[in-house]
């Protein structure tokens, strides 16, 4: 097992990975930016190591600053958490030949997964079920024309090196076409440095599943269930949950096994993520997979009782994993509220020092976060501050206590997305599960006049 982790990150997810490292008995490196001097993160790792100033680019996306960190350190693993350096495939090469791990799958299935285009190839091709759309890059007009008659409009272009809704043109018919093409490929060319563009058939409304699963460095490759994370705007989530309201078991089940088949097919090992977006008849389709552990993991951990950090860890060092598919049980429901540091009526940053601080525990309660009262909330980062998780025995009880742990949080100094969290949660149709992509859309706009 390894003596000492670095956490290349920041914010809850940093003090979430030195939980785990704590109960392994693992010491921890801290890395911290200007911004984040007096963060918690650095208070409770072991050793803390300045790396450079706030800006993301120059601190905690500086790889040479990190691989320092950990030379100086005697670190002889690195965790990145989510976001950041997390599914960089150059860190992890770069990891690889400083004899220092990388917690993550090979730079070689990261690269894969992230140029989507080929990743959705790879999929295809080991059983899983994706989206209609071209087999790889669309270079010239006529390819998309051509490809784009045999779906049918609507259709959306795709940044193949994007993801997370970066870089994405929905096109509604022909003559938008060849257009869209073009700013898509330049637009791509300019924020990924590569201008690569694939089609796909564009759903309207989709519900926006995921499959999370674990693999170790035998083969062995786990999952864990679904996650449904509809609830989101501008391809931030606000609301996950496990299981979805619309996944029955035996559905559950064939997912699971489709993409255990196809992690093991390319070699997964690690912590990762199948994302999947559900049509209006209930038809469940691949579009990318993430190689890092995900904000949203808790949820699933509520429903499955596995430390999912810790068993990254511990299979990262070599380990087999410690359960097989069988030991894999759900029970109970749980639901995350991302709570952002921002205006909750125009989603404005909200940035500065927190007066008070209170979340409330109690059944079925859990709170990540790296936030306290008097604690300063850089405004260099993403506006997440904690995640509220609720757990019950069912959905309406895991929501009732969503509900009343919001009513009883104090969070004074800054402005917080909890009050939009308790009208969302006060809503008819998402008691109901009656949600999709477009769930905020609606939630958001206007009420008709009278
Ligand atoms: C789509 C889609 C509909 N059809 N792909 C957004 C995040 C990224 N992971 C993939 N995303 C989507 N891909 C096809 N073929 C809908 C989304 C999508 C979305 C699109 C436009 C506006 C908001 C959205 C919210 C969630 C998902």
Redesign the pocket.
Known sequence: MFKKILIANRGEIALRVICACREMGIKTVAVFSEADEHSLHVRFADEAVCIGPARSAESYLHVPAIISAAEITGADAIHPGYGFLSESAYLAEVCEACHIKFIGPSPAVIRLMGEKSRARRAMKKAGVVT?P?SDGPVETEEEARTIAAALGFP??I?ASNG???RG?R?VRNADELSQALRTAQREAQAAFGIGDVYL?????A?R?IEMQILGDEHGNVVHLGEREC?V?R??QKLIEEAPSAVISEKQRAALGTMVVEAARAVGYSSAGTF?F?MDAEDNL?F??ANTRLQVEHGVTELVTGIDIVKEQIRVASGAVLSFTQDEVTFSGHAIECRINAENPETFAPSPGRVDAFSLPGGPGIRVDTFVHAEATVPPNYDSLIAKVMAYGRTREEAIARMRRALEMTVIEGIHTSVPMHLKILADVDFQQARIS??FMDRFLAPPPAA
């Open positions: 989206l759309g259709v959306i795709k993801g997370g809704g994405m929905i796909e058939k564009y759903l309207e989709p926006h509809s989101q501008r391809h994302e977006l389709y579009i990318e992509t477009a």
